[in-house]
């Protein structure tokens, strides 16, 4: 197992897992800068790191993330920035925050949400590809509440919830909370998990993925991801152009290779 040293996070890799664990609990894991920039590290490390397949996000404490740390980060955001403000593009974009980079990133996301969770908390529910909740999970955005538009949070939850049910809760603020049975059904998690078990089951769910030829989980997920906003042809198109790809690869041989000599395969990311 390998153990990178943060302060305000936990990143450690046991296999070809990772797991990254939000670690401000007196804060309710609310997002400082010190915290975004080790975000960011810990996502370039999983992602960079050919030992690893898969990236597991959760949190400690009863919450799962809180949004940004208001005692933290002044009204003008200028500190989250480690260069000039407006110096960098990424300055000239919507914010990201605790955000994984899931547009530019290839290995899959599984965000374990193991209890509250508003505000830039719900970024991890929206961009990863696998989110699963503790019974103890709810989910709402106060914006609004604190004199703040609700900005991409909310315009990314409109794109999965129901029109009038992600604008409920962008209009209603911290007034009201969807519980976690609601998200379930709503199809913003994928799975109820007792409390105590929610960590052993993210693992579960990941050597369930990792069992899988990783090259292709990543050809998958990108030809969804990147499809969802291309006419339906179009991105059929895209789907082929990636499965091509992986079919140049030594792993799209060994997979019908083992299962014609009745052996697990050995992936080997080439």
């Excluded at 290995?107 to 209890?115: H, I, W």
């Excluded at 994928?190 to 990783?214: G, K, M, Q, T």
Aim: charged share 25%.
């Amino acid at each position: 197992m390998h153990v990178e040293s943060f302060d305000t996070i936990g990143y450690e890799v046991d296999g070809h897992t990772a797991t990254l664990t939000l670690n401000r609990p007196d804060a309710l894991n609310a997002l400082s800068p010190q915290m975004i920039t080790e975000l960011r590290a810990a996502y370039d490390e999983a992602e960079n790191d050919d030992r690893v397949w898969l990236l597991i996000v959760t949190g400690t404490g009863r919450a799962f993330c809180t949004g940004a740390d208001v005692k933290a980060i002044p009204g003008d955001g200028k500190v989250i920035y480690e260069r000039p403000y407006l110096s960098t593009y990424e300055q000239w974009e919507a914010p990201q925050e605790g955000t994984p980079p899931f547009r530019s990133m290839a290995k899959p996301v599984l965000s374990a949400v193991n209890g509250l969770c508003c505000g830039a908390g719900l970024d991890w529910v929206t961009t990863s590809d696998i989110v699963i909740a503790s019974e103890r999970a709810s989910f709402f955005d106060p914006h609004v509440s604190i004199g703040l538009v609700a900005g991409r949070e909310l315009v990314r939850l409109a794109r999965i919830l129901p029109r009038s049910v992600a604008l409920r809760m962008a209009l209603m603020g911290k007034h009201e909370r969807m519980s976690v049975q609601r998200a379930f059904d709503l199809g913003l998690i994928s799975e109820i998990v007792d409390h105590d078990r929610l960590l052993e089951r993210a693992h579960e769910i990941a050597e369930i993925v990792n069992s899988n030829a990783p090259l292709a989980v990543r050809g998958t997920r990108l030809a969804i991801l990147k499809g969802r906003d291309l006419p339906l042809h179009e991105a059929e198109m895209l789907a082929e152009a990636f499965r091509e790809r992986v079919l140049r690869t030594e792993d799209a041989a060994e997979g019908p290779r083992a299962f014609v000599e009745k052996r697990p395969p050995e992936w080997r990311c080439q």
